[in-house]
């Protein structure tokens, strides 16, 4: 079986044969807000940021409480995630709602230099490529990428001597406490993150006492399988069978991490997911 893989020496992604490869995990920070108003204008991006990081600071000094505390509306946040340099691929996912439509040159680093490129996936027509270029500077393109869709950010040119960066998402939790979002999965390969902030263990049975958070793992049939991106080491693949349905291995997502989806079951397959108190 082949699946979707990115070639370091060209531009545009091909199909290849599976590589198994030793799973390494990209760092990766988030803090959850108590909450409040965002600013919708794409020029105050900067400031909402610095804002969100203000009032992190004085949570965490005046309340003095944890992550474990309950929100009666919508909770507002951001998750600090390193974007490789050198021409390297990173595999990332929106986890907030930014309040202006979730368009890509609002979401993504505005930093990211000339010969950038993200990479969004279409289980029918495969990769669309946006690419950063020009004495301006400007995207071919500004696809928009909802919480819990995934794509790929190449950081300039590969060699080319781009240093790695940190993408702050910010945005508001799609879902307010208590309740839950479906994501529906397609037939096939689909590239996947999860649209609430949560970080754990997609390729676990929930029902086998394991994370219940995000609950891709249960739900797929025998034969899918989760594959997960290291900038180094490429593609991990997953996948689950046997009498037991069972996986054969783990796959561990943090916040802000994207992963693709082989789905063998068809288009009804949904993951819900609920905001915890």
């Not at 998750?79 to 390297?88: E, F, L, Q, S, T």
């Not at 479906?182 to 037939?187: G, V």
Request: proline share 6%; charged share 10%; hydrophobic share 35%.
């Amino acid at each position: 079986m082949s699946k979707p893989l990115i070639d370091r020496d060209f531009t545009c992604p091909k199909y290849v044969q599976n590589n198994w490869k030793k799973q390494l995990t990209s760092p990766c920070y988030f803090e959850i807000l108590s909450s409040h108003t965002v600013t919708t204008e794409q020029k105050q991006k900067h400031m909402r940021t610095k804002t969100l990081l203000i009032a992190a600071a004085a949570l965490a000094v005046g309340a003095g409480i944890s992550m474990a505390q309950t929100y009666s509306q919508n909770v507002v946040g951001y998750a600090n995630v390193v974007i490789a340099g050198n021409g390297a691929y990173t595999l990332l996912a929106n986890p907030f709602d930014d309040g202006n439509g979730n368009h890509m040159t609002n979401v993504m680093n505005s930093s990211l230099p000339n010969a950038s490129q993200v990479l969004t996936w279409d289980p029918i027509g495969g990769y669309s490529t946006y690419q950063k270029g020009g004495t301006a500077h400007t995207w071919n393109g500004n696809p928009t990428l909802p919480p819990g869709a995934g794509f790929f950010v190449r950081n300039g040119n590969v060699g080319g001597g781009s240093l790695p960066l940190t993408n702050t998402f910010v945005g508001t939790v799609i879902a307010q406490v208590g309740a839950s979002v479906t994501n529906q999965l397609p037939l096939g390969y689909s590239l996947q993150g999860s649209p609430i902030p949560y970080t754990g263990n997609v390729a676990i049975l929930s029902q086998s006492g394991g994370d219940t958070n995000m609950n891709f793992g249960a739900v797929l049939g025998n034969a899918s399988q989760i594959l997960t991106w290291d900038p180094v080491a490429n593609y991990t693949t997953l996948q689950k069978g046997g009498t037991a349905h069972t996986w054969n291995g783990t796959a561990n997502i943090a916040v802000g991490q994207g992963f693709f989806i082989y789905n063998k079951n068809g288009p009804a397959t949904n993951v819900v997911e609920t905001l915890a108190p």
